[in-house]
């Protein structure tokens, strides 16, 4: 569902009602992407490959093991670099997860400082981290019940920030 404020397509909804979140495992060669924003948010991970992500007017080279938090205002879009592979994991969520969270972490926790940074707050994983995180994403979806997805949803959205972006300075 797009609607288009200043001619770059927003994206409405990507989520799920019952969970809160969407998670997708992202082929670029088997993608259309085009320059847009969304009304929720996103944590991707690049799982394999090195390509471009182009965010609020700056083109940024990603490689295995870039983590990016893109926040609802974010303009953006990826391509490959010269043809090689470029896949990530793509987990979608909404407000209210992201919401709850800061007010679940508290006053120490920097939510300002990664809503407010120019560009998208970005961490470099290492191979193991990466591959843990890819994997623990993809797994949400795996035979519980929504209630029980959402739960293990929100555990990991808390390990994520706390680990990765609770420093983040950009």
């Known amino acids: ?26 082929k670029m060669e ?12 996103e944590i991707f ?11 609020n007017g700056v083109e940024q080279i990603l490689n295995e093991g870039d983590l990016l938090f893109i926040r609802d205002f974010d303009i953006h879009d990826y391509k490959e670099l010269d ?7 793509n987990l979608a969520f909404s407000s209210e997860a992201l ?3 800061f007010t679940y972490l508290g006053e120490n926790f920097p939510s300002r400082a990664l809503l407010n940074a120019k560009m998208p707050p970005h961490a470099s994983l290492l191979p193991e981290q990466r591959d843990a995180l890819a994997y623990a994403m993809l797994d949400l979806d795996r035979g519980q019940n929504p209630q029980e997805r959402s739960l293990k949803f929100r555990g990991l959205l808390i390990s994520v920030f706390t680990k990765y972006f ?3 300075e950009s």
Request: proline letters at 5%; a positive charge; glycine letters at 8%.
């Open 166 to 168: 609770f420093l983040a």
């Open 99 to 101: 919401y709850s969270m």
């Open 30 to 41: 088997t993608e259309i992407s085009a320059t847009h924003r969304h009304q929720y948010f």
């Open 1 to 26: 569902d797009a609607v288009h404020p200043g001619k770059v397509p927003y994206i409405k909804n990507n989520v799920s009602d019952k969970t809160g979140y969407l998670c997708r495992y992202v």
């Open 45 to 55: 991970v690049v799982a394999k490959g090195t390509g471009i992500h182009i965010v």
């Open 83 to 89: 043809g090689k592979p470029f896949e990530f994991v």
